[in-house]
């Protein structure tokens, strides 16, 4: 089946770092893959996307790149804020179709100090 | 302007209650979903739900149950609640064909 594997954290950094959060997966056909976040006390926001090997997902200075030869979809930002602290999901959607819903990894606790 | 809404945000009922919780949303999107987060944020589907088919995880117990009186909508009915229940339950929502899912603000259970 399918499956999800990101570190869980926490992970803490110091505002401006550069941050890196790596997710990895397996999938039996040609998934797409997101990530997600999730503020304290919210529901999960749509944060980036990947449809197919190569692409580049980014939004608000996070990014992506689908990696086929690795299995991967690691999340980095050049330069963090006090304000991106949240939980961070990876996912993946099988190719077979939306309805199958998502599968998660089980979620990176980030918190950024001052 | 909500485009995912559930209510209500708490429920705090006692064992071998039924409860309801009630999702709408105004994306007009076709496929709806529950999801369960558990207290270490491990997220789960357990239902995917459009005009056509109900697609159940099989580890969900059949005492959860989804009601769609229309296609906004997508609620769901728990009967016989259990400690293990209290989690955090989030509805979502998905255009046909497309993958992303929009997710409302979530329910958080507690069952005492």
């Known amino acids: 089946g399918n499956s999800v594997t990101q570190m869980e954290g926490p992970v803490t950094l110091s505002e401006e770092a550069f941050l890196t959060i790596n997710c990895t997966y397996t999938?039996?056909?040609?998934?797409?893959l997101f990530w997600y976040v999730q503020y304290p006390g919210e529901g999960l926001q749509l944060l980036l996307k990947?449809?197919?090997?190569?692409d580049k997902g980014s939004n608000k200075g996070f990014e992506a790149t689908y990696r086929k030869e690795t299995t991967s979809f690691h999340l980095e930002k050049g330069s963090v804020q006090v304000s991106d602290s949240a939980v961070y999901f990876c996912a993946l959607a099988d190719s077979g179709g939306g309805a199958d819903g998502l599968t998660f990894g089980k979620g990176t606790h980030l918190i950024i100090q001052p | 302007d909500t485009a995912v809404s559930q209510t209500p945000k708490y429920l705090v009922t006692q064992m071998g209650n039924d409860k309801s919780i009630k999702c709408e949303q105004n994306l007009g999107h076709d496929t709806m979903y529950w999801y369960k987060q558990d207290s270490k944020k491990f997220l789960k589907i357990m239902f995917s739900y459009n005009n056509k088919e109900l697609i159940i995880n099989e580890t969900v117990p059949n005492r959860f149950s989804p009601k769609s009186p229309d296609k906004a909508h997508l609620n769901l009915h728990i009967n016989s609640l259990e400690l293990g229940d209290s989690a955090v339950y989030f509805c979502?929502?998905?255009?046909?064909?497309?993958?992303?899912?929009?997710f409302g603000p979530g329910t958080r259970l507690t069952v005492t």
């Open positions: 979502a929502s998905s255009p046909r064909d497309y993958y992303e899912q929009y």
């Open positions: 990947a449809t197919k090997a190569d």
């Open positions: 999938a039996t056909g040609y998934p797409s």
